[in-house]
């Protein structure tokens, strides 16, 4: 079992929509928790980052945290062609740090 | 700012070639690494440096090799490239190997060997 599993999509979704995309992890020793924007052609860039269970907001990007579940979400408001990447999620216990193979997201207009 | 930049862009090596991908930071990072990516199999990391002088294994060293002279510059080395080898390669950098120090990616070299 990989510590980390995230589906690998597509996702396709059309403009304006709500995104949920997902991570679950075995290990309980996570505490951090991050999602990493990739855009074709580019290496990964952090969108957010949370500790331990609960929610954050960006904007129109919103992480959470169910660490009872071991499951993260990254939500997508109001989603734009400009959102098109590919999501990795990743964790880490204090220098570990684990990726997600990432979802790859594409909005049509 | 430059950031992270990775030299070459593009390489197809032959099986049993030597090459050497570059990577320099001009962010002062002590810290840097070196990812490989696959379809399907995420982020691997293959070799980390916590300074100029030091050096350390990460999940995937087999094969490559590294060096850190100076702060700025983290090169790695495939000595006998094998098909296995074909991967896009991620450099990194960060202030600190903690979850409060984000990594800093370069846009990667496209490697492919036959």
Redesign the interface.
Known sequence: QKE?E?D?GPLSVPEGAIVSLNCTYSNSAF??F?W?RQYS??????LM?T?SSGNKEDGRFTAQVDKSSKYISLFIRDSQPSDSATY?CAM?Q??K?I????TRLQVFP | NAGVTQTPKFRILKIGQSMTLQCTQDMNHNYMYWYRQDPGMGLKLIYYSVGAGITDKGEVPNGYNVSRSTTEDFPLRLELAAPSQTSVYFCASSYARDANSPLHFGNGTRLTVT
């Open positions: 980390v995230q690998p505490q951090y991050m990493y052609r580019k290496g990964p860039e952090l980052y500790y990795l880490s204090t220098d740090l990726f997600g193979t990432g």
